[in-house]
């Protein structure tokens, strides 16, 4: 493994700082715990005989016990300060009194400081100086147990005459293995914590970041089709106003010679914009904003209800197959329906069709008309499932719901409890009044 390698995976040239700066209850909490089960641990190694050899009185045990895990308090704080202060009490501690460092919980104790140093150390290049002259210097103190002939002595009880390995060789091999998978297991053990920390956060950043980007595509399809609302607003006035004017010319010049004409062209004009009122008053139910800037010009009239027909017969084909059906309560119905709703019902059937091409499997779909004296709606069913790979954005299906309600209608979206998709549009008839 190349220095590169080392350095990537400790994050030197990483500026991110892990958030945790101060000390929180549960630090506090995890301190206490390990004390007190250190405590334990040592009055039951107290009762098991194995602390007749050390010297020093019972409250100094308990207080040299205690301090190792007190240094859990800070980790988050102040890590690399913390490991510091943790290694020289460490190192005061087994010069004061040997025994008491090479207890259980000690060792656990420190090995969790060390730990935490890497886990939470702010800047990874002091960190990476920091533990590099800590472990040179236990380095240095482990020659010198064994210079001067101190750490030999403590671990050769006996010596084996069966043995390959001499005592004096044995002895430093196994202090160097326990102390590299001590502290490099500790080292490892704390860049894994502050790797996973890092990923969290930034899988939490993309989370949010998407989460915006959504609440912007929402708005977009809003604002788009609001616009496109805004165009069939200028249409519907231009139609019945346009339709005005040519009656009120009309009944001006039969007012005199023909009353009866002039009657029926003036109820005409009050059809129309009685007409012309109901539908500028559902389609600014939702405009909430001015009208934007037209991409096309097309004098063109809308397609309306009756046109569903048609928009079924193109679509089918080899690949879907797609059926109509109109269901009237009584003959006439579908023609009664007014254009600004068959338009809305008509680019619903169109949205949905487009959605069963680009985004599912179906080889069947039924587009259903259905017209009473009090409702108007459309269904769009199919057999097919989703396309992997082609879910879409959402807003053909936003679109969809933003111009029913504009009518005041409900829509329903979603698969069928037998297989397949449906997208359903109901929009309430007003019954005029004279």
Not at 68 to 92: K, Q
Request: aromatic letters at 6%; hydrophobic letters at 45%.
């Amino acid at each position: 493994m190349a220095w590169s390698d080392v350095g990537d995976f400790f994050a030197l040239d990483d500026d991110w700082e892990r958030p945790g700066g101060t000390i929180s209850r549960g630090d506090a909490l995890f301190t206490l715990t390990v004390v007190a089960l250190s405590l334990f641990v040592l009055e039951l190694m107290r009762a098991l005989g194995s602390l007749v050899e050390i010297d020093v009185p019972v409250w100094q045990q308990w207080l040299l016990t205690a301090i190792p895990g007190l240094f859990l308090l800070t980790r988050r704080r102040a890590p690399l300060l913390t490991v510091c202060a943790a290694t020289l009490a460490y190192w005061a501690i087994a010069t004061y009194e040997p025994l008491m460092v090479s207890l259980l919980s000690t060792q656990v104790a420190y090995f969790l400081v060390v730990l935490g140093g890497v886990a939470w150390a702010r800047n990874r290049r002091t960190m990476a100086g920091v533990y590099g002259v800590i472990l040179f210097a236990m380095f240095l103190w482990l020659v010198w147990g064994f210079a001067v002939g101190q750490a030999t002595s403590d671990m050769v009880r006996a010596v084996d005459p069966g043995a390959w390995i001499p005592a004096t060789i044995a002895a430093p091999l196994m202090l160097s293995v326990i102390n590299i998978l001590y502290f490099g297991g500790a080292v490892l053990g704390g860049q894994v914590a502050w790797r996973s920390a890092r990923q969290r956060l930034g899988l939490q950043e993309q989370t949010e970041t998407i989460r915006e980007q959504a609440g912007q595509l929402r708005e977009a399809a809003v604002v788009e089709e609001r616009l496109r609302i805004a165009r069939e607003l200028h249409d519907v006035v231009a139609h019945h106003v346009s339709g005005i004017g040519v009656q009120a010319a009309a009944a001006r010049r039969v007012l005199d010679k023909d009353p009866e004409a002039a009657k029926g062209a003036l109820a005409r004009i009050e059809g129309g914009s009685r007409d012309a009122v109901t539908q500028m008053r559902g389609l600014l139910g939702t405009l909430r904003m001015g009208e934007g800037p037209t991409s096309e010009d097309s004098t063109a009239p809308e397609p309306t209800l009756a046109d569903v027909a048609d928009l079924a017969a193109e679509r089918d084909g080899a690949v879907l197959t797609v059926t109509h059906d109109v269901v009237e309560e009584a003959p006439g119905d579908l023609e009664a329906v007014p254009a600004a709703v068959g338009h809305s019902l008509y680019r619903t059937a169109q949205e949905a069709l487009t959605n069963v091409v680009r985004h599912s499997t179906a080889q069947r779909a039924r587009v259903t008309v259905r017209v009473g004296a009090r409702h108007a709606e459309v269904e769009v069913t199919d057999d097919g499932r989703p396309r992997a790979g082609t879910s879409g954005t959402g807003m053909g299906q936003l679109g969809i719901r933003e111009r029913v309600s504009s009518h005041g209608g409900a829509v329903e979206i979603g698969p069928r409890p037998l297989g397949g998709y449906r997208v359903r549009a109901r929009i309430p008839l007003q019954e005029e009044t004279t």
